[in-house]
């Protein structure tokens, strides 16, 4: 059973940085979609940022479309860890943060797909940033 768990949450101020991680337990196959998503409190989880890889190879990143000049997801999977670089961090940013994974047995032509939540078997317990003004 493949378990997700980030780490890298705080407090910074309005206009700072901080780099989330998640760290994968084992990768039961080579093709991964592996996604951020976030929740503020009393809002919908939605989707951050997205990234499919074939074995080590990075094949594909996806943004929020209001997120992508500010936020950038990357991995390691040689150290089966899953990145996202916030910069100029805003108050309305804050929530909690959670990696989510979905395997694949064969290279997938649609990579991540639509890469909503509902597509993501693997969560991890999330991790709270807070931006103060």
């Known amino acids: 059973q493949e378990h997700l768990a980030e780490a890298g949450g705080g407090s910074v101020q309005a206009g700072g940085s901080l780099t989330l991680s998640c760290t994968v337990s084992?990768?039961?196959?080579?093709?991964?979609?592996m996604a951020w998503f976030r929740q503020a409190p009393g809002k919908e989880r939605e989707g951050v940022a997205a990234?499919?890889?074939?074995?080590?190879?990075?094949?594909?990143?996806y943004y929020r479309t209001a997120l992508k000049d500010r936020f950038t997801i990357s991995q390691d999977k040689t150290k089966k860890t899953l990145y996202l670089q916030m910069n100029s961090l805003k108050p309305e940013d804050s929530a909690a943060f959670f990696c989510?994974?979905?395997?694949?047995?064969?290279?997938?032509?649609?990579?991540?797909?639509?890469?909503?939540?509902?597509?993501?078997?693997?969560w991890g317990q999330g991790t709270l940033v807070t931006v103060s003004p």
């Open positions: 989510a994974a979905q395997f694949f047995a064969t290279p997938r032509l649609m990579r991540c797909g639509s890469w909503n939540e509902e597509d993501f078997p693997v």
């Open positions: 084992e990768y039961p196959t080579e093709n991964v979609c």
């Open positions: 990234i499919y890889a074939e074995g080590v190879t990075t094949i594909d990143t």
